[in-house]
């Protein structure tokens, strides 16, 4: 049985590592590590898998808004951050036998010239329901509909 490709938005704060570091990082792909809430980790173990679609969106800086596309080249695995002690992301709870935290590898595919801003996103009509644009919505990873990610797609933002 086939299965149908699912898509994804993925935050990441441009100082930590922003689309730009996604396309200079070895062979345009890196892992995507640190997520440390329980519902986003679910998506990374359970849900997303290779061939996905991701939408690579620049959080905590001005303006908000989709940066790029990638695509995962990797279903979910162990996220060792998680049990490295010197590590930002380490989780002492953490045991490498029974993981707490996974991680999925993605691979850069393009930029928006400019991004395409939260604000913009807010006002296509077509993407009023999309979980980006829903007051108090600070989830890490989440999903994107088929018909949202055309509509995304679509945008002259793209360049």
Known sequence: MTRVRRFWLMKSE?????IDDLRRAARQT??????????ARNFLRDD????????????NVEPVGIAGEAVVVRDGYPDYTAFDPDDVHYD????????????????FVRACE???????????????SMLAVQRGQRLSV??????EWRVIMGLPEWG
Do not use: E
């Not at 400019?114 to 009023?128: C, E, N, Y």
């Not at 989440?142 to 018909?147: D, K, L, R, S």
């Open 114 to 128: 400019d991004g395409i801003t939260l604000k913009r996103l807010k006002s296509l009509s077509a993407l009023r």
């Open 30 to 39: 890196t892992c995507w590590d640190g997520v440390r809430n329980y519902q």
């Open 142 to 147: 989440q999903p994107v509909t088929a018909a």
């Open 14 to 18: 441009p100082n930590v590592f922003s």
């Open 92 to 107: 002492p709870k953490s045991d490498p036998r029974k993981p707490s935290w996974y991680m999925v590898d993605v691979k």
């Open 48 to 59: 997303i898998k290779t061939g996905d679609g991701v939408l690579y969106y620049h959080s």
